[in-house]
């Protein structure tokens, strides 16, 4: 089990930055991987960034050059800093973080935090 909770929504302006952080319960080394999610109403959620155990990152084409992800494992927390924000960026920000068994994949989630970005 993992427990995630994100902090570091709020209300920006275009071109604006925001930092997001998704502290996790136990040590993310642990973890195969830690993510970011959004979701803005009626619409599925959709990858933002992500970052394996290994380090390697993944950014959706929306954003990359623009977002961040990165991680502080002593403090078990992972990072999405958000510049240049546009207000297509608004939605639901949710941390996820998984694990692999030989069999199947388990997925975790965080509460989600709001981004409001204005134009």
């Known amino acids: 089990q993992v427990q995630l909770v994100e902090s570091g929504g709020g209300l920006a302006q275009a071109g604006g930055s925001l930092r997001l952080s998704c502290a996790a319960s136990?040590?993310?080394?642990?973890?195969?991987?830690m993510g970011w999610y959004r979701q803005t109403p009626g619409k599925q959620r959709d990858l933002v960034a992500s970052?394996?155990?290994?380090?390697?990152?993944n950014y959706a084409d929306s954003v990359k050059g623009r977002f961040t992800i990165s991680r502080d494992s002593a403090k078990n927390t992972v990072y999405l800093q958000m510049s240049s924000l546009k207000p297509e960026d608004t939605a639901v920000y949710y941390c996820n973080a998984y694990t692999n068994s030989l069999t199947r994949r388990y997925d975790y989630w965080g509460q989600g935090t709001q981004v409001t970005v204005s134009s």
């Open positions: 970052i394996t155990s290994g380090g390697r990152t």
């Open positions: 136990r040590t993310i080394l642990s973890i195969n991987g």
